[in-house]
């Protein structure tokens, strides 16, 4: 689907073009200027912040160019001669190789790979995921993880209580429900990938396991980053995310995490072989935790809405933005709303890397930033938001 | 055999005390071994022993406090003399320790300043010794002056630890002796006590009575039908405690019992257990053992799997390893952990796998390991080294086993010659020889030779490996005597063979490295860190542990420094600086001089010159002969010196390294060969020689002339030497410069303040000492910089600076593509492999030629051979080409990221010569042709393409990640062509 956006010098807020789907939410799309020239099929995708629309009229920055030419749909041709390597997301027809997928080209040397924009998750070994328990098997959990196919997660992989080193007896087995059941949501590590390409979890330590007590949302995988960490606690609000690079997310109050960690501890250390009852006064969250918690949900999803990568930095900002707007929570949503707080964190983001000197004085976010990065991710995410939207 | 089984806190440390009556030590190897069985050493020598026990020791226990900072220990002293053989270390032998710095004294240090603390400490005495009355007086002298030399290193410890910042808790010790007696004496006196420490983590305080004085278990987990040796007791008691283990115990000593031990309390906990060893052929051995006695058990080694399943696994260590990377489940039901010869720790290339997979260990695993490193050897032993491969008589006696080791590597035609010795003996049908049973008597295997490719180069096997290789022939209990026989074929100094057959036992040094494979493994999982590894390493620990000797060092240096006083200390610098100043130039002259073209006309035979090496004045020498010889040094441009042989009057008591004589002794004239670099002035007297003298009428001949000349032209101070400028007509610009300044110096010097004194001389070499002591306070200092830091962390950032510059992780440590193929792969270079398949290597090559590059990697030479100048076909020459290219870019980029890295040495790790077998082998030819190929030894064919098998299914791995199914069906199908035949045929020992 095509679109023509003829309004290329567009400040208001209010426009809309022409063919966005006339979803009350995508509104803010408004800012974004779409050019598609459709003859060979390519699109170029045009997105210029309101406040420097201007200036930068008919004019692309390099890394901007770079991603128009980086830009995949599936059956695409991405190179006719040279060597290359087949990655993922390509296929070789005619001696051409071609994209298989919409996302965008990577090369590594001379590997060629397509990075979906919209994929199921692909696990990879030593990814931290959130999962949720689909079915009670024998000597075996299968692990919702959005992926193509449920994941594994064997009675051997998981620390028994106590962290007692033994073999699983069938007792154990019989036991699997005091474990898991059904719904119940996991933190764990890619561990393997078999050779039938079914994919084994494990709860490498004590660390990782159930998740109780605390709220779960989804995303879509591309937008999570594999970093090096993926628990963070965000001190200033006494919050805990889990950001799982499958997508799932999870987060619950710091403070009541860490009692109830220390209790389950001391439940395993004496009587491990009995079932464990959180009582209610530590499983109780405050109202202005869950407000908290609530919030930083919200701002994610804002995230989410706006394609936009997901970090404790860029939640943060969002948090403190609508803080800040002194939005109400359930407003926070409104596509209005998001709009405006996308606009005001691309302005900070601008504004950082204009006043790199100054950036801590006229900034509001409390971490240090490396704002041309997040620019980046910025253009890239948005731009591609919208091609989801022309595309859908 | 060392047996480590590892538990959380509680570490105990057991050994056998070893009597010495069984060690034969007076038997050189160059005597045929004759002497009676239960010599009694020397004394000193066993003192010696004795400190080189407390030496290794010291080391050993290391990893443990490494690891875990177990600081509490009990130490227990050999207090008593045992039936009258036992001499304790003589105080002042321990006291004397800051003589000079090397390792094995420091380590002395070290474990004297761990006694001292145990002074001050109040510790519990846990006194079980049945002797305990007769503990006579020598321990507590012993104590008091190891008390007295460590004060200082102990309080240089306590500042150190201070500044550092050092979480090193003060370290309590408790020294107690714990003796108990076996009832029976057999003939040869086996061990009948034992050490036993107990390492706590600092924080730990274990009010246990029993800690150092285990329980018998109530209900053992296995029963033996002989009473069990006081270490066999204790460590079968500290097991039956849950806690780790490290026996160090001599070959055969039973060691074992303490194996089955922690397998049978295992199994009866539902616990998994592990059972490492280095060697797949031991492994395979162990596990047909352990089956016999425990039934549920599996084998796991690079060939065969067999019942994964089963609660007890032997393997080998790299298995384990590899899955506690990988975080395996299996990790989860294992409790107990049993490290054969754990002393593989010191291996140069394999040590690090050891170390790693014990750091990597999960808390709750206990271990128990075994080690050899000790000195005895219970059974009575002879041994003999025949020189060339005559075999001789040997030894009357009974002879249930005979170890024989060969002189070289060439497996397997050696083994079929030993085989022939072996029959041979039999043959003799001597009273021994009827003993002899072919089966029974031959103990060998590829290690058992005498001369070892150790991953660098050739080397004699060292004492330790020694005494673990001759541990063949004969078990305790089964063979009253063992025969370790040596098939020398070169020539081997009897230094080299003394410290062999005497049994130095090996220090366990670290030689932990890191590999970008394993870097990467560890860093596209969450929560290891590599530095943290390294930090634990048992390398850290051994450089952090000698930082107190050095900094006493430095502060006694430093006193002394202050004693030396200098009257008019400024004059004196000055004077000096000229005076050294001034030998730097004429040192310039000499070299200038020196110079073949220069020097080349004057080498008549009978030439006299002046010879001087450094500061050693050789006086006057005669030339006989001169010739070129190449100098290997630098990488490729061969340079020539010419040498002399020249007639040099020597120091006639000094053997091993010819040196001058000294100036009132008659001295000896011997022919050396001279490098023209080290003459001193040549004389412009020529003697002449009679050319028809036999070499040894030669000698004193030709010095009686020297002597004569040297008389003769004495009233004229000296003999008259060549001008540089008017004879050799060195008409170098820059040569008369330096004459100029050289005369220009001299008259400075002279005009000195201090020239006139006469005391000068002295002052000089007052300041000249002090001088050196600043220099050395520098160096220690620096020294103990470096261990203050994280040894390894300078090459660990590098390594990490190239992985960023090549792509393989991104900015924020995170393992990119590139870096998922690399960790993926172990057999080979992992860098070089990764960087070719994203360049498209693989893309146009067929499965054979995949297969020819992939040899480049898995094939190891023993040395032989250029890469450059490879008998390989021409299509694969393209290939190789790339190889080398992908590897010399690596090495730029090592250089450029700071790494330092021997490219000459990089480079010839791919070697080419295996590429035409492999094609031809990937090609279908049968293995007896591809035998025809080249002089490598079977056994190197077929471990080379067992590699390659291993390194071709990790490609298919990476190809996979990387979504690349053309790559993944190729290295499958390079996989089925190359898996075929003998290579892979079962272990014959299975």
Redesign the interface.
Known sequence: MNIDSSNNNNNSNNNVSGNVNNKDDMNFLSDININIFSPNKKMRLMHINSNESSNNKGEKSLSQRQFDRNLMTPGQTISREG???????TFHSNNALLASVCGLVER????V?VRPFKARYHG???D?VVGRITQVGSKRWKVDVAARQDYIL?L?????PG???????SSDELQMRNFFVENDLVYA?V??INQDGSVAL?T??Q?YGKLQNGTFMSVPPSLIK?????YHSLESIGVDIILGVNGYIWLADSAQQRQQASLIQQHEKENYDQPLLIPQAIREVSRESRIKIARVKNSIEVLNRSFMLIHPRAIMEIYQLAEKMSLPLKDMLHPDKIKQMITAVHTNLTSNKLNNKNKTNNNNNNQDSEGEDDEDDLNEYNAYYNDQMNTE | MTLLVVKRYKFHFVRPRVNTVATNTSTSPSSSGDSPVGTKPEDNNRNSYRIEMDELFSVFDAPTQANSKYTKRQRERDDEKENGKWEKPSGNKLGDTVSNVNTAQLDREVQQSKKQRAADSIGREADISINSKKTDNTLNELRASATAAATTGEQNNNNNNNNNNDDNETTTTTTTTSTSTSTDLTTFSLPKTCTHEVLLPPDYIDNDPDLYNPKEPVKPARTYPFKLDPFQATSVACIERKESVLVSAHTSAGKTVVAEYSIAVALR????VIYTSPIKALSNQKYRDLNDTFQDVGLMTGDITINPNA?CLVMTTEILRSMLY?????M????WVIFDEIHYLRDKERGVVWEETIILL?D??KVSSDSTATLYLPVGWRRSAFGGRRKRHVQRGELPKVAVWLGTDRAWQEEAYAERTVRLLQDRKDDYGEKLSARNCIQFQQEGLVRKFDGESQRWVTGGEYIQMSGRAGRRGLDERGIVIMMVDEKMEPVVAKGMVKGQADRLTSSFWIGYSMLLNMM????IDPESLLKRSFHQYQQESLIPQLNQKITQLEKEKTTIVIKDEQVVQEYLNLRLQLAKLKDGMRDFINQPSYVQPYLQPGRIVRVRDENLDWGYGVVLNFYRRSVKQGVSDQTFEIVTDMLLNTDATSIATPKPCPANETGEPQIIPVSIKLFDGITSVCLNIKKDLSPNDLKPHVYKMLREADNRFKKEGGLPLIDPIEDMRITDANFKKLIRKIETLEARLVGTAGFKDSDIEERTEQLQKKNEIDKEVKLLRKKIREGDEIILKDDLRAMKRILKRL?YINA???????G?VASEISAGDELVIS?L????LF??LTVEQCVAVFSVFVFQSEGGGDVNNAKIKPDLAPLFRSIQDTARRIVQVSQECKLTIDEKEYLNRFNPHFMDVAFAWANGASFAEICKMTETFEGNIIRSIRRLDELLRQMVVASK???????EVKFSSAIVKIKRDIPFAGSLYL
Do not use: W
């Open positions: 060597e290359f390597l087949r990655g993922h997301g590594v040397d001379k590997l790979s990879e070994i030593g931290i064997m051997t992989a998981i620390n028994l962290g007692i080193q033994r073999r699983r007896t590590e561990q393997a494990h490498r330590n660390r594999r970093g090096k960490i993926h | 906990e539902g616990q998994r609660s990988r975080g395996s489940e299996l989860r039901e294992v409790a999960p709750t695993v596209r999982v969450e929560d792509d924020e440590d995170v393992v990119q593509v590139k998922r960087e398949l994203f360049m498209g893309n146009d990640s990387i979504g690349n199914n053309d790559l």
